[in-house]
DNA sequence: CTCCAGGTTCCGG
DNA sequence: CCGGAACATGGA
């Protein structure tokens, strides 16, 4: 590919860069060449690691502020809890980064990721982008935008199932309509606490505690959100409350609010994905 | 065919 | 606050 000898490097200490992309936490990037291609806001990307160094056809400065490469990764590490689970985790997903995704399309991705498996909603994604999107390319590559809250308010329901979005539908519809009407701003969102910025989200339809911790988490460099998805609450009763018999939801919370930390976001992360590829690995 | 997937909402104890 | 049920779809 001739697009590949105008690459720019971009440093990249402490970064995995398939780890990250992989990880489950953004859906679009698609493997191609010795890299990925994907979009950040409204540009084209592609970027390939070698060593510790990214290559990309963007601004550096992009690339850095996208993948959060300035996270302090050793001082992340030092306040994680040493036990055996966390241990584990960290030594798989070692360099894995959480990175800082447009606050709508994380929004938008999550509410339609209930109750579907991560190859579902990458699959949504890629059709909502290529039927509502803008496509934007650079050279031969085309890739698609995540379109607009306002353009996804003035389609209709029927259109958004038409993407196999099942019930979802509904509330990806609802939440771009009160979006689109100014009902909920997103960048306001930026000036309040965690409590606030959560309360925010969980107005809008489809958006329940869960959702909302993805959004601050991934969108918002929230990174004391501690999202708790069936995988993550596999994971605490088994390794966490394993003698214990009833352990409801609101215990689980309290104690990973306690017990993870400033960085419980990140501690998060690695416990789930390294739950979930140890778990597909032996099926 | 059955089970499950990065849940939310509503409803009765 | 807690447990159950309904809600769509597709992969394993």
């Not at 650079?138 to 958004?160: C, H, M, V």
């Not at 930390?261 to 501690?267: L, R, S, T, V």
């Amino acid at each position: 590919m001739n697009f590949r000898a105008a690459l720019a490097p971009v440093p990249a200490l402490e970064f995995n860069l398939a780890l990250t992309l992989g990880s489950g936490q953004v859906f679009h990037w698609l493997a191609q060449d010795d890299g990925f291609l994907g979009v950040i806001g409204d540009a084209p990307v592609y970027v390939e690691q070698r060593a510790e160094t990214l290559w990309t056809n963007v601004a550096p400065d992009l690339i850095a502020h996208y993948f959060a490469l300035d996270h302090p990764l050793p001082e992340i590490y030092r306040s994680f809890p040493t036990d055996p689970a966390m241990a584990n985790a960290l030594a798989f997903c070692r360099g894995l980064r959480i990175i800082r995704q447009p606050a709508w399309e994380c929004l938008a991705t999550f509410i339609t990721s209930s109750m579907k498996q991560v190859a579902h909603i990458a699959q949504i994604s890629h059709t909502i982008r290529r039927r509502f999107g803008a496509r934007v390319s650079f050279g031969e590559n085309e890739s698609f935008a995540y379109p607009s809250a306002a353009r996804l308010a003035e389609l209709s329901e029927t259109d958004l199932r038409a993407c196999a979005l099942g019930y979802r539908a509904k509330n990806l519809l609802g939440s771009a309509r009160m979006i689109a009407r100014g009902e909920v701003n997103l960048e306001e969102l930026r000036a309040l606490n965690d409590d606030a910025a959560r309360a925010e989200l969980c107005r809008l339809p489809g958006v329940g505690e869960k959702v909302a911790n993805c959004v601050l988490l991934f969108a918002y460099e929230r990174v004391r959100a501690f999202p708790i998805d069936v995988w993550i609450e596999r994971v605490l009763r088994e390794r966490y409350f394993a003698k214990k018999r009833k352990v409801t939801l609101k215990q689980l919370r309290d104690f990973s609010r306690d017990y993870f930390g400033e960085f419980g976001g990140y501690a998060q992360q690695y416990l789930f994905h390294h739950a979930r590829s140890s778990r597909r690995q032996k099926s």
